[in-house]
């Protein structure tokens, strides 16, 4: 696991003067928990702990079927950034006409290659294709989305594997930028295996200690239950969700949400309206899209080191 020192965070109350009035406190702005300088650290970190262990062979894989534009950004930036960190990595495709049986047998060679230590199955698959069959090929070790039920029930049992890349970024965010979870409450919007229901575990697992709360689109007073929390995170996808009304002064605010709108990518929260009332908040684009890029690296190095790299 990389170890970050967490930031010198202040939460200064900075007073104006103005001649012949009291000192008024400004308008306190949140801290921006920024996604991308937190993924170009772990990066830097990753290279610098490959550089050390004499840059062994680690290599992440990813498969990509179909020709969806922003699964070809992801899969992209990940290389990208792979590369960056000394890592080896290669893309395999399939067209989106392809058979279950052709995504079955790419992704059975690659889990059985021993040149290949991690294996990304880019999400979503074509919708003719048996995603749960697929996955269910890849074995735990070198599952770096962490997405099979082998590796979501080591995490439920506390057992070392690897974590969904998403809900790890959420934690180095928090861990980065001093955010307090023991004792406090999060609410975490959407339930997910990707996202809501791994992120819910973590959250409340020992060392960070959280009392997490799942909600959903069942969930009644959603605006009173997140006000109520000291960390409100939302992943329902839904643009602008979460506002004024769901944020107490203060409160840590996490979007994982990504909505593709007229006036670009926005996420489930409704940033200008919170920004005088939240005490740190990701931004969308740049908070947690960045830092499931960083996480995704971080468990090629897990996974790694499960089949014996000495790293
Ligand atoms: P899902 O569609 O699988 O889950 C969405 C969840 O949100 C569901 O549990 C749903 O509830 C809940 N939900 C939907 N509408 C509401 C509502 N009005 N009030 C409360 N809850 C609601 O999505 P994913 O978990 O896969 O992804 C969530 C979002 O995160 C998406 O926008 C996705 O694009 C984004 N994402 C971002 C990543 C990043 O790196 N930033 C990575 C992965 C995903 P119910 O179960 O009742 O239907």
Same mark, same amino acid.
């Given at each position: 696991?990389?170890?970050?020192?967490?930031?010198? &965070?202040?939460?200064?109350?900075?007073?104006?003067?103005?001649?012949?009035?009291?000192?008024?406190?400004?308008?306190?702005?949140?801290?921006?928990?920024?996604?991308?300088?937190?993924?170009?650290? !772990? &990066?830097?970190?990753?290279?610098?702990?490959?550089?050390?262990?004499?840059?062994?062979?680690?290599?992440?894989?990813?498969? #990509?079927?179909?020709?969806?534009?922003?699964?070809?950004? @992801?899969?992209?930036? +990940?290389?990208?950034?792979?590369?960056?960190?000394?890592?080896?990595?290669?893309?395999?495709?399939?067209?989106?006409?392809?058979?279950?049986?052709?995504?079955?047998?790419?992704?059975?060679?690659?889990?059985? *290659?021993?040149?290949?230590?991690?294996? #990304?199955?880019?999400?979503?698959?074509?919708?003719?294709?048996?995603?749960?069959?697929?996955?269910?090929?890849?074995?735990?070790?070198?599952?770096?989305?962490?997405?099979?039920?082998?590796?979501?029930?080591?995490?439920?049992? =506390?057992?070392?594997?690897?974590?969904?890349?998403?809900?790890?970024?959420?934690?180095?965010?928090?861990?980065? @930028?001093?955010?307090?979870?023991?004792?406090?409450?999060?609410?975490?919007?959407?339930?997910?295996?990707?996202? =809501?229901?791994?992120?819910?575990?973590?959250?409340?697992?020992?060392?960070?200690?959280?009392?997490?709360?799942?909600?959903?689109?069942?969930?009644?007073?959603?605006?009173?239950?997140?006000?109520?929390?000291?960390?409100? !995170?939302?992943?329902?996808?839904?643009?602008?969700?979460?506002?004024? *009304?769901?944020?107490?002064?203060?409160?840590?605010?996490? *979007? &994982?949400?990504?909505?593709?709108?007229?006036?670009?990518?926005?996420? *489930?929260?409704?940033?200008?309206?919170?920004?005088?009332?939240?005490?740190?908040?990701?931004?969308?684009? =740049?908070?947690?899209?960045?830092?499931? !890029?960083?996480?995704? #690296?971080?468990?090629?190095?897990?996974?790694?080191? #499960?089949?014996?790299? +000495?790293?």
């Amino acid at each position: 696991m990389i170890r970050l020192e967490p930031p010198r &965070v202040a939460y200064h109350l900075h007073m104006t003067t103005v001649p012949g009035t009291f000192p008024q406190p400004e308008v306190q702005k949140p801290v921006l928990m920024d996604g991308n300088a937190l993924r170009d650290l !772990i &990066v830097e970190q990753i290279g610098a702990r490959m550089a050390a262990a004499g840059s062994p062979h680690v290599c992440l894989a990813t498969v #990509l079927i179909g020709e969806d534009g922003p699964s070809q950004t @992801y899969v992209r930036n +990940k290389h990208k950034f792979a590369a960056k960190a000394g890592l080896v990595s290669r893309n395999e495709t399939l067209p989106a006409n392809c058979t279950q049986g052709e995504a079955e047998a790419l992704v059975a060679s690659l889990a059985a *290659d021993p040149t290949v230590h991690g294996i #990304l199955v880019q999400q979503p698959l074509p919708s003719h294709l048996n995603n749960d069959a697929v996955l269910a090929l890849l074995p735990a070790d070198k599952d770096v989305d962490g997405l099979t039920a082998e590796s979501l029930g080591r995490l439920v049992r =506390g057992e070392p594997g690897l974590v969904p890349c998403t809900p790890l970024g959420v934690l180095r965010l928090l861990e980065h @930028y001093g955010i307090a979870t023991a004792g406090k409450h999060a609410v975490i919007v959407g339930r997910s295996t990707l996202v =809501g229901t791994p992120l819910a575990i973590l959250l409340s697992r020992k060392g960070v200690d959280a009392t997490a709360t799942i909600a959903h689109s069942r969930t009644s007073n959603l605006a009173e239950l997140c006000r109520s929390a000291d960390i409100v !995170i939302g992943a329902s996808g839904q643009a602008g969700m979460i506002g004024k *009304d769901h944020c107490k002064p203060g409160a840590t605010l996490i *979007d &994982v949400g990504i909505s593709r709108t007229e006036k670009g990518i926005v996420g *489930d929260i409704d940033f200008d309206a919170v920004q005088n009332i939240a005490g740190a908040i990701t931004p969308m684009p =740049g908070g947690t899209g960045p830092m499931t !890029i960083a996480c995704l #690296l971080e468990n090629t190095l897990t996974a790694a080191a #499960l089949q014996g790299v +000495k790293i």
